[in-house]
């Protein structure tokens, strides 16, 4: 009798585990622990989510982490693989500096700040933890609300001016 393997269908998302963490509420009878567990889902192309969820082993808060990183997504605009201009961001006590960087560079950060801009898409940029925070969890909002902020580039002046002849 031969055992076949199950296969799961590759997800389209990348996942990080950023933390996991035992922690424990106490009881009548002593003390329960649980998992807490911070996932990054993204896609390469510019679409990223964070998920933060407690269950009994790790495995399914990892689970539950994915699938509430899966509600958080939200789209970052790139610009040929870095952003377009420095980016400061204060969340609580973590605060972080994104800068752009030259073609060839690499992602110079560290800890919550690289695995985003890893699973994010973003190939070439700097970034600097400043705070004083050592929170994964509130150094990676910080970093997400960074993106966010993001100006877009204008289009080059040719593309409006060529819509606007197509306009008359």
């Known amino acids: 009798m031969e055992r076949k393997k199950m296969e ?23 003390r329960r622990f649980s998992f807490r567990v911070t996932v990054v889902l993204g896609d390469r192309k510019g679409k990223v989510g964070i998920g933060t969820a407690k269950g009994q082993d790790v495995s399914a808060s990892v689970e539950k982490a994915v699938q509430q990183a899966r509600k958080n997504m939200v789209k970052i605009h790139m610009h040929n693989g870095t952003i377009p201009h420095t980016i400061e961001k204060k969340v609580k006590s973590a605060k972080i500096t994104l800068r752009p960087a030259k073609e060839g560079t690499g992602i110079i950060a560290g800890g919550a700040v690289r695995a985003i801009c890893d699973v994010v ?6 970034g600097k933890i400043t705070g004083k925070s050592t929170n994964k ?3 990676a909002i910080a970093t997400v609300e960074a993106l966010m902020e ?8 040719q593309s409006a001016e060529i819509s606007e002849s197509a306009a008359q």
């Open 137 to 139: 969890i509130n150094i």
């Open 8 to 30: 799961r269908p590759k997800s389209e998302y990348e996942q990080k585990i950023l933390d996991i963490r035992r922690v424990a509420r106490t009881v009548s009878g002593g």
């Open 121 to 126: 898409g973003l190939k070439n940029i700097t």
């Open 150 to 157: 993001m100006k877009q580039r204008p289009q080059k002046q």
